[in-house]
């Protein structure tokens, strides 16, 4: 089963340096090795182990849906969270 990963900002507190508003989306492929959307590095970095996991197939026991999760940056001061969310590639 292939899936996208769909990265949404759904937090956003202080000063996101790179500039991170809620409603913000990215788009990441495995099937094409592709990102769509502009994405913080540090955020891409920290986010993902969660999303190559989610995108073969991984379930996580705490989640109450195994397509939906969430992922905050490291930036402690400045927190952005995003909304992980897997759909399946219609093939």
Not at 36 to 64: D, N
Not at 67 to 72: K, L, Q, W
Request: proline fraction near 4%; charged fraction near 25%; aromatic fraction near 10%.
């Amino acid at each position: 089963m292939s899936y996208v990963i769909k990265l949404k900002v759904i937090k956003q507190e202080g000063h996101c340096a790179s500039g991170h508003k809620v409603g913000d989306e990215i788009e990441i492929n495995y099937n094409d090795n592709s990102i769509k959307g502009k994405i913080c590095l540090h955020a891409l970095y920290s986010i993902l182990p969660k999303v190559f996991a989610m995108a073969y197939g991984a379930e996580f026991p705490w989640l109450e849906n195994a397509d939906v999760s969430t992922h905050a940056c490291p930036d402690y001061k400045n927190p952005v969270v995003f909304e992980v969310r897997r759909e399946k590639i219609k093939e």
